[in-house]
């Protein structure tokens, strides 16, 4: 029997998140929806925008052997033009389509490119930083890498910078970060990255190779009242991936891209072992249907309504119950202290009361739980009860 160790690992561990959610779907068919109070998904609530299902209709007109067949790997030339061109305008930047290679969503893009900077069997390492997406983990030792977490600042949860330049050693062959953040909501600045860019900066020239800046952004787009940096403008080394999944409500069509910005030393390389590495990986194109999909809704704005009214209830809910948390700037994710040391522990009370969060543990830290507030406005008003009872508890 041959089986690969590593696979074999990670399917048998499986993702908790998604062990809490079977275990939430199973308890809402024996009690009722409305009685568990489910938060621990990331898919968002917001229908896929009108837009969306117009361009379908509009692309199912076509020949099927053209909309069916094969695009270029890197995506057909439209899209990438359609994406180059939303970004030059927004970004005031001089992208090429040839900059761009369309992915399967962002988990797609993160895995072509650490396929695509990791050298195995050279100890490569990859910092991140911890609380983090747990699958960051697979992607990084699934390309050979070891992935070093770096934990953020506990009062601000912004990149602790000194903490990652410790961190980063000779080994080190890309910094991971993303913003607005998964699990925590918090949006880096201007001057943290600034302060990032010139430890990346300094740490190049010492260990003589190019450390790269890999940004993942699901949830650019996903922002309450701050602005999010563009981080090509600030290291020239960044490789962004982006992802459709929760700016256009379109998760399960597995629709992103890959930017190598030209400001990059070795673009050129690079734009060849990202479309090395998608051929490696066995990827061939990107959802031909939704690449058609892109070149109509590139700029079709994200509706963040349902989302703010969510963030208003859990947050002022919550806050007047004496729960502490980080304010999210981003995403659809709060940050929640467990009223205990041991988040496990803490998620076991929830759980008796159908509340269901996700302990931090998945997230690489202690003491703290992920409410994803992607769910109906009523099942935030109505977990009230419960996690007024569960604070209760914790006073007796
Ligand atoms: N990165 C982060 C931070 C995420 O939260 C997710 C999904 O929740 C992904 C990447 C993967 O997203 P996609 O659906 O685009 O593969």
Redesign the pocket.
């Known amino acids: 029997m041959s089986i690969n160790q590593m696979s074999y690992a990670y399917g048998a561990s499986k993702s908790s998140i998604r062990e809490i959610a079977a275990y939430g779907s199973a308890r809402k068919a024996e009690i009722g929806a409305e009685n568990v109070f489910d938060f621990s998904l990331?898919n968002p609530s917001v229908p896929a925008p009108d837009a969306v299902r117009d361009s379908i209709g509009h692309a199912l007109t076509l020949p099927a052997v053209s909309l069916h067949g094969y695009t270029p790997a890197a995506g057909l030339p439209q899209a990438r033009k359609a994406v180059a061109d939303s970004l030059n305008r927004r970004f005031g930047t001089g992208y090429a389509p040839a900059d761009l290679y369309l992915t399967?969503?962002?988990?797609?893009?993160?895995s072509i490119v650490f396929n695509a900077i990791v050298e195995r069997d050279a100890a490569c390492e990859v910092a991140v930083v911890a609380p983090y997406?747990p699958?960051?983990k697979v992607f990084i030792e699934n390309a050979g890498a070891k992935c070093v977490e770096v934990l953020a600042d506990p009062a601000t949860f912004q990149i602790d910078v000194a903490a990652m330049a410790a961190a980063i050693n000779e080994h080190t062959v890309a910094v991971l970060i993303?913003s607005p953040?998964?699990p925590v909501g918090s949006v880096y600045s201007q001057q943290n990255l600034e302060d990032l860019a010139a430890v990346l900066r300094e740490k190049s020239a010492t260990y003589g190779h190019t450390i790269y800046l890999v940004s993942?952004e699901?949830?650019r787009e996903l922002a309450y009242g701050v602005e999010v940096p563009w981080v090509p403008s600030i290291y020239d080394a960044t490789i962004v991936?982006y992802?459709?999944?929760?700016s256009l409500s379109l998760?399960g069509e597995?629709i992103?891209w890959i930017l190598v910005p030209n400001t990059n030393p070795d673009h050129d390389s690079l734009v060849f072992a990202v479309a090395g590495s998608g051929r490696k990986l066995g990827f061939v194109c990107a959802p031909a249907l939704f690449q058609r999909v892109l070149i109509d809704c590139v700029d079709v704005p994200t509706n963040l309504d349902a989302y703010v009214r969510n963030r208003e209830a859990l947050l002022s809910g919550l806050s007047e119950l004496g729960y502490e948390y980080i304010e999210p700037q981003g995403?659809f994710y709060l940050w929640m202290k467990a009223l205990e040391p041991d988040e496990n522990a803490f998620f076991e009370r929830c759980k008796k009361l159908e509340l269901l969060p996700v302990p931090s543990e998945s997230f690489g830290c202690h003491g703290w739980v992920r409410l994803g507030y992607c769910v109906s406005y009523e099942t935030i008003v109505n977990s009230m009860p419960a996690w007024k009872k569960l604070k209760e508890s914790y006073a007796q």
């Open positions: 990331g399967c969503g962002a988990a797609g893009s993160l997406f699958e960051y993303d953040n998964n993942d699901p949830y991936c992802s459709y999944s929760k998760p597995r992103g995403a």
